[in-house]
């Protein structure tokens, strides 16, 4: 079973290469690179929990089904979009694994972890630019080290999670990123970033306040876990390279570009501290062993991506539409509520956004302003809902109660849904 693991590995490399091949035209398909992602799948389900065997076994039927039902009524349907969907997202997600081998600082050696209002705005800040990097092994290096003294406080678990979720606002690095211009490609990337900046700092300046100003909380007393600013490079190198490759190749999916930079960026810092021989060997480590354990993650997003298209296809070729033809801010504020409300029931946002892309874009809905929509969804779901992929993990890891989750997040995520109505309604009288 470990040779099958590894060649899983193996599979979603090349499956990562063939996609960025792809898209600079040196390939001829990007079916491979989702039949290669598939296959690699199919290998890795066994690793998943019962309940989430059920519900992405589920998924994967209902999909299968619709898409059978849909290509019934019109043959013309393009097939190879049932395994490629997501596969520029999945592309994404392998690139920023790749980051783990350089990104992570050095460890403390701190007997004593500090504490007091300086150190949450470090730790905030560690686990909020680490995290648009190497999204939740940022949230997991600092819990990992706090729960070693004693159990994540309430103050921490704030911090933990809005820290985190609020990369999803706007980092290009984020899976959040990849899915809105995945179904949203003619975004501007740069004003999607402005944006998201401006409302994750708003995110701060709240959280900064409702733990300064409560009663309930100490600011004073918060204990934390900053990690090492020295590696702050990376995430500004790679924003500007993307940003400056995009306007000379616009053609080329920001996704991919992003992928792109990710791995070379990797391989490149490696120069100046190794051997070529001791990179490889790296490199393969990393593809065999480290790749296969985002199983979680890749048979969430291939499902998604067949279940949400096939979905859309449904309802397109039997004439069932959004029930409005003009995506305003009226419409993208209740559309944002839809999504987060059904995360509170467990549908992941991906799914959301994978339904309603295809939908959206059959009412020629502006990408700027529906991708800035999907961030915001994400970033306000995977924070509050207890039952998002990271409040699960925290429960999971750190024995915290879903029901604190909840409660210390319900107010910061109808403040922010608040927040998200008024730039939607900014956004959408300038754009």
Not at 72 to 84: G, Q, S
Request: glycine share 4%.
């Amino acid at each position: 079973m470990k040779t099958f693991i590894s060649l899983s590995g193996v599979f979603l490399f090349f499956s990562f290469i063939f996609s960025i091949l792809y898209e600079f035209k040196l390939f001829p398909t990007l079916f491979i690179s989702g039949a290669l992602a598939f296959f690699s799948a199919t290998i890795l389900f066994h690793k998943l929990s019962s309940f989430q065997k059920v519900f992405i076994s589920l998924l994967f039927l209902l999909g299968l089904i619709f898409w059978a039902i849909s290509y019934k009524i019109n043959p013309t349907l393009d097939l190879t979009k049932m395994v490629t969907a997501n596969q520029f997202l999945l592309t994404l997600l392998i690139g920023v694994h790749f980051l783990r081998l350089i990104s992570f600082s050095k460890k403390q050696e701190e007997k004593e972890l500090p504490r007091g209002k300086n150190t949450f705005f470090k730790t905030y800040l560690s686990i909020h630019l680490f995290g648009s990097i190497i999204n939740l092994s940022s949230v997991l290096l600092v819990a990992d080290n706090l729960y070693k003294k004693a159990k994540l406080s309430k103050e921490q678990l704030i911090v933990v999670t809005r820290a985190f979720s609020s990369d999803a606002f706007w980092s290009p690095f984020f899976v959040a990123f990849a899915a809105a211009i995945t179904y949203a490609p003619n975004t501007q990337v740069s004003h999607i970033i402005f944006y998201g900046i401006f409302i994750a700092f708003i995110a701060f300046v709240f959280t900064y306040f409702e733990l300064k100003k409560s009663n309930i909380y100490s600011l004073n007393n918060f204990v934390g876990y900053p990690i090492s600013m020295e590696t702050l490079w990376l995430p500004f190198t790679l924003l500007i390279l993307v940003l400056i490759s995009h306007n000379i190749l616009p053609n080329i999916k920001v996704i991919v570009l992003i992928s792109f930079f990710c791995i070379l960026i990797t391989f490149i810092t490696l120069l100046f501290t190794q051997q070529i021989k001791e990179i490889i060997n790296k490199f393969s480590n990393h593809i065999v062993e480290k790749l296969p354990s985002m199983y979680s993650e890749l048979i969430l997003f291939l499902v998604a991506g067949l279940f949400g298209t096939g979905v859309s296809n449904l309802l397109l070729v039997n004439n069932i539409t959004l029930p409005f033809d003009t995506f305003n801010a009226l419409n993208a504020s209740l559309t944002l509520l839809v999504i987060i409300l059904v995360s509170y029931i467990g549908i992941h946002p991906i799914i959301s956004i994978s339904i309603l892309g295809n939908l959206l874009n059959n009412i020629d809905a502006n990408h700027t302003f529906m991708a800035t929509m999907f961030l915001m969804s994400w970033a306000i779901s995977v924070g509050a809902s207890p039952i998002s992929g990271l409040n699960l993990t925290l429960q999971a890891r750190y024995k915290v109660n879903l029901k604190d989750i909840y409660t210390i997040n319900i107010k910061y995520a109808l403040f922010m849904y608040f927040i998200c109505v008024i730039f939607l309604v900014v956004i959408f009288k300038f754009i």
